[in-house]
C-alpha cells in the first residue's frame, strides 16, 4: 500500500478520537524525499514484524519489479554510515534477487524513535495480504502492548474489526509459547486456528447419543488396536463355546 494512502487512511480513522498513536503530521515529518540509495548500504531490521518470506513470492514481485518498475519506494532509517529498512524487506530482496545496485528509498532523517520505527513497520505490514496467521496476530499483540491502547482503538488504527482483531490477540496468546502450535497455525489459517485453539467445546454427557457416538470415536482413536485384539478373542471364545455346546 502508497504509504500516503496509508497516513491519510489512519489520520481519517482517528478524526475526533483520542489518538495515542502516531499523529498523521508526525508520521509525515519524519519522512523526507526518495533517494537512490546503494543496495550494500542497507540493511534488514532483525526486529521488523514480518518473520518468514516466501522465496517464490520474491521472484515473482522481483519479475513484477523488472517489468513495471518499483511502484513504491522502502522506507529507510539512517544508522551511521548506512541505512536501516523501516517498510519494504520484500521489495528490498526482490531487488537483491535482481543484483540491482541502487533502490529507490524513502529517507527518515529526523530523530525517530525505535517505538516510532516499530509502529510504521507494524502499520504497513499489517496493510499487506500476504502475512500468515501466526504474523498478524503477534503484530496486533505487539502494537496494543507497545502503546498500551485498547482493542477497539487497534481496530480504528489498522481497519480490523474489534471482534477480529481480539480473536487474534486471543489465539496469540494460546500459541505464542508453542512453536508446534505455532506451525499449526501457519498451516491451517486463522478461523481453523482459533477453533482448534480457543473455543471450548462442551463435552456432550455420554449417555445421550452424541455423547455415545463421540465416546466410540474417542476409543476407535485412541484404541483401534486394542479393540481389535479385544474383538478377535471374543470370536475364539465363542468358537470354543460353540465346540463345547456341540458335544
Do not use: W
Not at 520474491?58 to 519489479?65: M, N, Q
Request: charged residues 35%.
Amino acid at each position: 500500500m502508497d504509504i500516503n494512502k496509508l497516513l491519510e487512511k489512519k489520520h481519517q480513522k482517528t478524526k475526533g478520537q483520542i489518538d495515542k498513536t502516531l499523529p498523521k503530521e508526525r508520521m509525515e515529518n519524519i519522512l523526507t524525499t526518495v533517494k537512490e540509495l546503494a543496495l550494500d548500504t542497507i540493511k534488514e531490521d532483525e526486529n521488523q514484524p514480518r518473520k518468514t518470506y516466501d522465496e517464490e513470492k520474491i521472484e515473482s514481485l522481483a519479475e513484477s519489479i523488472k517489468e513495471k518498475g518499483l511502484l513504491q519506494p522502502i522506507i529507510v532509517k539512517i544508522q551511521g554510515n548506512s541505512y536501516l529498512i523501516i517498510a519494504g524487506h520484500r521489495r528490498y530482496r526482490a531487488y537483491k534477487y535482481l543484483e540491482k545496485d541502487t533502490i529507490p528509498c524513502i529517507v527518515k532523517e529526523s530523530i525517530v524513535t525505535k517505538d516510532d520505527l516499530f509502529e510504521l513497520a507494524l502499520l504497513e505490514n499489517l496493510q499487506r495480504e500476504d502475512l500468515n496467521t501466526l504474523e498478524i496476530a503477534e503484530s496486533l499483540d505487539q502494537l496494543k502492548k507497545l502503546k498500551n491502547i485498547s482493542q477497539k482503538e487497534i481496530s480504528v488504527i489498522t481497519g480490523y474489526s474489534k471482534g477480529t482483531v481480539s480473536k487474534y490477540i486471543q489465539l496469540y496468546a494460546k500459541v505464542k509459547d508453542d512453536p508446534i502450535k505455532q506451525e499449526k497455525i501457519k498451516e491451517i489459517g486463522f478461523k481453523k486456528g482459533y477453533n482448534k485453539f480457543c473455543v471450548i467445546k462442551k463435552k456432550e454427557p455420554e449417555n445421550t447419543p452424541k455423547g455415545k457416538k463421540l465416546s466410540i470415536q474417542i476409543i476407535n482413536e485412541n484404541n483401534e488396536e486394542e479393540i481389535k485384539q479385544a474383538i478377535n478373542k471374543v470370536k475364539d471364545y465363542l468358537k470354543y463355546l460353540k465346540i463345547l455346546l456341540e458335544k
